[in-house]
C-alpha cells in the first residue's frame, strides 16, 4: 500500500469519526459506530463533494457553458438534488 492511499484512508477515517461526533452532538442521538453507518455517512459525503464540484465546474467553465447552452441551469438543479439528498442522508437516524 502507498503512502498516498494509506494517507486518503486515514483520512475518511477520521472524517467519518468527526461526522459521527458533530451528528450526535446536535441531533441528541447516541454515537452509532457501525459499518451501515461508516458507509452511508462516507457515500454520502462523495455526494456533496462531487454535487458542489459540479456546480463549480458549471458556473465557471466556459466550455461546458458553451457546450450545454441553456441545460446549465438543468446541471446546476440536478447537482443541488444530489447535494440536498446526501445532507439528508447523512443526517437521517
Known sequence: MSQR??????GIILF???CNLVIAVF????????LTQFLRVIISAF???TGSSII?????SQ??????GDDTITLLVGA??????????ILKP
Open 5 to 10: 492511499t494509506l494517507i486518503f484512508w486515514i
Open 16 to 18: 467519518y469519526i468527526a
Open 27 to 34: 441531533s441528541g442521538r447516541p454515537w452509532q459506530l457501525g
Open 47 to 49: 455526494g456533496v463533494v
Open 56 to 60: 463549480y465546474k458549471a458556473l465557471t
Open 63 to 68: 466550455h461546458l457553458m458553451r457546450l450545454l
Open 80 to 89: 443541488s438534488v444530489v447535494i440536498w439528498l446526501s445532507i439528508e442522508e
